[in-house]
C-alpha cells in the first residue's frame, strides 16, 4: 500500500482530471508562481516546468505541461520508520538467532 500526500500553503490548487486538465478558480489578480507536482517525476524536472504566471480579471489559459518520466529512479523502499530493512540472512533457520 502507498500513498502520496502532498501540502500546499494555499488555496489555489488543482487536481488534473482523467485528460489532463486542471482549472483553478478564483484566484485575485497577480503574479504567481506555477508549481507542478507528479509523483513519478524527479525533483530537477518538476522545477523545470515551473513557471511565472500573471492573472488578470479574465480567465487564462496555459498552454500545455509536459511531465517527462526519463530519468526516473524509485526511491528505495523504507519502513514505517523511514529506515532501511535490515539484511536478510537466508543461509540460517528463521527460528534460530545468530
Do not use: C
Amino acid at each position: 500500500m502507498s500513498a502520496v500526500i502532498v501540502v500546499v500553503d494555499t488555496p489555489w490548487f488543482a487536481v488534473s482530471d482523467r485528460q489532463g486538465a486542471i482549472r483553478i478558480e478564483g484566484v485575485p489578480p497577480g503574479e504567481y508562481r506555477l508549481h507542478v507536482f507528479y509523483e513519478r517525476a524527479l525533483a530537477n524536472v518538476l522545477d523545470a516546468i515551473g513557471r511565472a504566471v500573471t492573472v488578470g480579471s479574465e480567465d487564462l489559459a496555459l498552454p500545455p505541461i509536459a511531465i517527462s518520466e526519463a530519468g526516473y529512479l524509485a526511491p528505495p523502499h523504507k519502513n514505517k520508520y523511514g529506515k532501511n530493512y535490515p539484511p536478510v540472512i537466508v543461509d540460517q533457520y528463521p527460528g534460530r538467532k545468530p
